[in-house]
Structures are given as C-alpha cells and as structure tokens.
C-alpha cells in the first residue's frame, strides 16, 4: 500500500456569458416582452402607436439594465473574486448613470409620447422586483 497524496479536485469555474444569463433569466425575458406586446395591444388599439413604441423602449432598457447586472454579478461569481464595496459602487452607478442618461435623453428627444418610456421603465423595474422577491421569500420559506 503506498501513500499517495491526494490533493483536492477543484471543479473548473464556468465562465460568464450572455447567453446563460439570458437563460437563467427567461421568465423575466417573457415578463418583458408580455408587457411590450401589451402595450402595443391595449395603447396602441387606443391610436396611440408612438406611446405603447415608446412604453415597449422603457422596458427593454429595464430588461437590458436587469440582464447586465446579472451578467456582472455572474462574472463575479464565475471569477472567484471579492469586489470591495467601492468596486460594487462604481460598477451600479456608472450602469445607472448610462441608463437614466439614456432613457432621459429619449425621452425628452420623443417628448411628450417619451413619458411613456420613464413609465415603462418604472413598470419592468416594479415587476423585476416583485418577481425577485417572491422567488427569495421562497427560498427563505422552505428553509
């Protein structure tokens, strides 16, 4: 019998990637795109066609911020690394100041239908939070 030192087997980290964010993300993907078909179905039926275009723009700028925050925090997970709380700082507010300058712009460049992309903004954010939040109290519950 001879001794061998074993060393542990270290799993090989996955890398981050778009595409199993938007995966791991599908029902937020639906969600969003149910509420820009929606808002074409019921403001556009009302002869409003440039304010559901411009609800549909304010949630894929919500959906796009939801994605790329989970893709960074995939790709921090993926790293192994510990970013500091200035490093988690920056990141949020450089993606929230790219955002509110975005969906601002727009909205005064398609002013006044362009209200409808703050608004539509706000809804995806309302109903991603929602969404997050019922899955986390799940997870609490069953524990």
């Known amino acids: 019998m ?25 029902k937020t993907v639906l969600v969003a795109l149910g509420l820009a ?14 304010l ?17 925050t989970e893709y960074w925090l995939l790709r921090i997970i993926s790293s192994g690394e510990q970013p500091s709380r200035g490093q988690m700082m920056r990141a949020t507010m450089v ?12 909205a005064i460049w398609l002013w006044p239908d362009g209200i409808g992309l703050l608004l539509g903004l706000a809804i995806f954010r309302l109903l991603a939070l929602m969404m997050t939040s019922v899955t986390l109290l799940k997870e609490l519950k069953s524990e």
């Not at 001879?2 to 599908?26: C, F, G, H, M, N």
């Not at 559901?52 to 790329?68: D, F, K, P, R, Y």
């Not at 993606?95 to 727009?106: D, K, N, S, Y």
């Open 95 to 106: 993606r929230l100041v790219v955002l509110t300058a975005v969906a601002v712009g727009l």
């Open 37 to 50: 078909v929606a808002s074409y179905w019921i403001i556009g039926q009302l002869g409003e066609w440039r």
């Open 2 to 26: 001879t001794d061998v030192a074993t060393e542990p087997v270290v799993a090989p980290r996955k890398s981050a990637s778009v595409l199993k964010v938007v995966r791991d993300q599908r």
């Open 52 to 68: 559901a275009g411009c609800l549909s723009i304010g949630i894929a700028l919500g959906l796009v911020n939801h994605l790329a």
